[in-house]
């Protein structure tokens, strides 16, 4: 089951890996300042440790809105807020960033794996790796997280619920990932409802460079990947070309006497490439294709548990794209984007039993945003979208619907530092109708102090999935789900940046949501569900070569209507992590621990609490080449993340990368 209230399918989540290694060095005062970074590196210097700390630099407007991808993000510039590259330290909104560095650090082959441990975060997948992968935000349904690679929305639209599966999408090629969680829906439409998770794939720059990778491990696994990348002020490209293969774990578990291993295969090619016509002109084209394979298991339909399934495969291709084209006017001060975006997604189960064992869907969608700076504290925004998606699957034939789009946004300055946002949006679905959203958004720091005050309030809304209006048994007159969410907190800095805390208190209302009416044995408009908590990250420079993160999220969900706990959405989680560097920064070495807490699952069965150790590291053995390697579950813990479902147990891995 997925989702605020049960339906159908089960979600399994599989064991963090910590996010660490090697990386360029920052000393106490370059720590980055973000509104959340669970994931830090630190940098090592020549300086010695006497040197005072100096002040924050003024505030600078840039010359130009929004200049990525023409040119390279700067500093802690967020995309995902606004639209337009923004300074973090001068953002309202609740947003993880997590860079490539990070990524790379952690030694991570999945974005669900590097997602595992954020704040606000629940991720949930079946079995081993491949299995079906939701993500949650903030206690939203997994069908509330928008998912975004590089503008395009990766929401499957034959899906059940229009829920994006993270399984079979690997770290490759990827720059940033920027976690927006609250409603966003003002912002992005429909589905960003619990929140929003933007992917944004690598600009190369630079001398061509080439990067090979090697990595083997436990459970059989390998992967290996080929990249080249590069760029100047005219053009930049950056592709690669990846495969990833394991043995994996049995999907059902093997304490109920499971016993056969089901493997995953990942074939992967993406890119990016771009060419600047002059100062006032870039196209900008991605592109992402995705071919895997991965062994599942069936239930039973009398015990409701997993068992083997020894000839069951799900396969799957995707492939999305987008090109863009990007205008300045007036200096800088006006600029215009238009793009197209596709997404195509094919999946078929290999079991002639599975029925429907076909599945295809595509989105295409036609934006348009422009931005002007009016003045240097006042930046004003708007745009407009179209898109259409259509689905079909061997029970049903092809349904189509389509959904329009137009918003409006001032980002504002009020003084040295009151940073604000306000924005309205108006959107209406060919089959469910219309929708208005908003959002406003608000920073004010005292500088002397290092502490600043953040807060956002936003609306947000989910269009029904073509599955649940138009496919066989589905409602026709269902409405659109809403949400409304805020939060409140505060941000402190502490001698410098070597002491960073953050604590937030958030709260999203759920109304209008889809669920199966036993009143009517149909789908309705009747679901009510809460969600409230507290976000808290503690990010400490505890000596020049060592560090401390850590996290705890507490997320109180409940479902109005039956007055129970929503359901693998835990109410406690909690991260504690501590890297070490060498003098040198040429290795490094990362211990962290992930508690999670107790939550619902189906059949109304609450799993238990556990707790699990890993330990990952990197060395730099010379300008090119670098051996990574990683502990996952130390202890060999036993634990069952959803009822009847397989975890993987010790786990080594180690390869290299060579860059020339």
Not at 413 to 428: E, H, K, M, V, Y
């Amino acid at each position: 089951m997925d989702g605020l209230f049960s339906r159908a399918g089960c979600f399994l989540p599989g064991i963090f890996l910590c996010a660490c290694g090697f990386a360029p060095c920052l000393s106490a005062q370059e720590l980055p300042v973000e509104p959340v970074v669970e994931t830090s590196t630190t940098r090592v210097t020549d300086q010695p440790a006497e040197e005072p700390i100096p002040e924050l630099p003024p505030t600078i407007v840039p010359g130009r809105i929004g200049n990525f991808p023409a040119e390279p993000l700067e500093g802690d510039s967020v995309l995902s807020p606004n639209r337009n590259a923004t300074p973090a330290s001068q953002s309202g909104s609740s947003v993880t960033v997590i860079t490539q560095e990070q990524i790379q650090q952690g030694g991570q082959s999945t974005v669900a794996e590097v997602l595992r441990a954020q704040l606000g975060v629940d991720v949930v997948r079946q079995g081993g790796p491949g299995g079906l992968t939701s993500v949650f935000l903030r206690g939203g349904n997994s069908a509330h997280t928008k998912v975004l690679l590089d503008g395009i929305s990766l929401n499957d639209p034959s899906n059940a619920s229009r829920l994006f599966d993270f399984s079979n999408l690997t770290v490759d090629n990827i720059e940033r990932i920027e976690v927006l969680r609250g409603p966003q829906s003002m912002v992005y439409g429909s589905d960003a409802i619990g929140g929003v998770i933007s992917i944004i794939t690598k600009r190369g720059e630079g001398p061509l460079a080439i990067r090979a990778t090697g990595m083997g491990g436990s459970f059989n696994t390998a992967q290996t990947s080929l990249s080249a990348s590069g760029g100047n002020e005219r053009a930049y490209y950056s592709v690669l070309g990846s495969f990833l293969s394991t043995g994996g774990i049995s999907s059902a578990s093997a304490r109920n006497g499971n016993t056969e291993h089901d493997a995953f295969n990942n074939g992967t090619v993406s890119g990016r490439i771009g060419y600047n016509l002059g100062d006032a002109w870039n196209v900008d084209y991605v592109f992402r294709y995705v071919d895997a394979a991965a062994e599942v298991d069936d239930f039973d339909f009398f015990t409701g548990l997993p068992i083997d399934n020894l000839i069951r495969k799900n396969l799957s291709k995707n492939f999305a794209n987008r090109v863009q084209l990007t205008n300045w006017m007036v200096d800088g001060l006006v600029q215009q984007k238009v793009g197209f975006n596709l997404n195509d997604v094919d999946r078929r189960d290999t079991d002639p039993d599975f029925s429907p064992e076909s599945f295809h869907g595509q989105t295409r969608e036609l934006d348009y945003q422009i931005s002007a700076l009016l003045t240097e504290t006042n930046t004003l925004s708007g745009g407009a979208n179209y898109l259409a998606e259509d689905a079909v699957s061997s029970l049903n034939p092809e349904a189509t619907q389509n959904i329009k789009g137009i918003w409006l946004q001032d980002a504002f300055q009020i003084g040295p530092s009151w940073f604000n946002t306000a924005g309205l949006r108006w959107d209406d679905a060919s089959q469910s109708g219309s929708a208005q959203t908003y959002r406003f958004t608000s920073l004010y720091g005292i500088e002397s102090l290092g502490l600043s005050f953040h807060g956002s309030l936003g609306t947000g809304f989910r269009q029904p999935a073509l599955a649940e209006n138009l496919f066989a048994f589905g409602n026709p007159n269902l409405r659109p789900e809403h949400s409304k969410g805020w939060d409140f907190g505060a941000r402190q800095r502490v001698w410098g940046e070597a002491l960073y805390v953050d604590a937030t208190y958030f709260r999203n209302d759920f109304r209008d949501l889809i669920i199966f009416d036993f009143s009517t044995f149909s789908l309705a408009n009747v679901g009510r569900a809460r969600s409230s908590g507290v976000e808290l990250t503690i990010n400490s420079l505890i000596t020049q070569q060592l560090s401390m993160n850590a996290s705890y999220t507490f997320d109180d969900t409940l479902n109005l209507d039956t007055g129970a706990q929503l359901v693998r959405r835990p109410r406690n989680k909690m991260l504690l992590a501590f890297t070490r560097l060498s003098r040198d920064c040429r290795s490094s070495v990362t211990l962290s621990t992930l508690y999670v807490g107790t939550r619902l699952d189906t059949g109304n069965r609450t799993l238990g609490q556990y707790t699990l150790l890993n330990l990952s590291g990197t060395y730099q053995a010379t300008e090119r080449v670098q051996f990574f390697g990683r502990l996952d579950n130390i202890t060999n813990t036993y634990y069952e993340e959803a009822r009847g479902f397989g975890t993987p147990g010790f786990g080594m891995y180690g390869g290299l990368n060579v860059t020339w």
